[in-house]
């Protein structure tokens, strides 16, 4: 009588695995769109020390960093040793706008023939590298997630942002390119998006297994 109650038990626990599983096959899905007011404020050209190339403005000030975030988990992310680059080059930060995941890692080569500094005061991880010359660079880990603002104490037009995610969903996207994540589990999301400039946006949202939901974010 109990062997029958555990083997009517079992298969009926498999039965709902095995139903969770094929609800999760295709998994939930968030896309959207995120807008951007306007140009971000470009500082004039500076010229470097030797006096070689006057430098235009920021090519990149148009791409987002965009995440999407599973409240309902604790999980930790998953990194690798592998460290991301933003660069100090024609006295620009060179991307100047990255997302990693919580433990990831962030070097900072100096290729300028100046000397640059990198530092923030940004709340989920505030450091300052000091002053580096060329050829010179420094590595952070970053173990908080949140919107990090990245400056040099020397030139006041460098700026960049460093998107920290506790999340495995995330990418840098060009303004005005859709984004989307797929397979998601159900449950509820915090959807992020930031540019270099710091200015941000989020919103949360809850999905079904294999619901596809649409959000709209505008950056402030
Ligand atoms: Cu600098």
Known sequence: MKLVFRIV?????GLAF???????????????????????????PRY??????????????ELIAVAVEWLDSAMAPAVT?????????????????????????VTFPNHD???????????????????YPKGQTRTVRFEE????????????SMY???LVVNSNWYRVINAGIPFDFGGLPSGNFRVIAVDAAGR???????????????VSLTLK
């Open 9 to 13: 038990a079992v298969s009926m626990l």
């Open 18 to 44: 095995s139903t969770v599983c094929t609800a999760d096959v295709k998994g939930a899905e968030i896309h959207g769109t995120v807008n951007v007011p306007g140009a971000v404020h470009t500082p004039p």
């Open 48 to 61: 470097l020390g030797g006096g070689t190339s006057g430098v235009k403005g920021n090519p990149q000030t």
């Open 81 to 105: 040793d592998t460290a991301l680059v933003m660069a100090q080059e024609n006295t620009w930060f060179v991307p100047n706008l990255l997302v990693v995941p919580v433990g990831g890692q």
């Open 113 to 131: 023939a100046i000397f640059h500094n990198v530092f923030s005061y940004s709340p989920p991880h505030s450091f300052d590298l000091g002053r």
């Open 145 to 156: 997630h949140g919107i990090v603002r990245i400056f040099c104490e020397i030139h006041a």
């Open 160 to 162: 960049g942002t460093i």
């Open 200 to 214: 941000r946006s989020m919103q949360d949202v809850h999905v079904d297994a294999s619901e596809s939901k649409s």
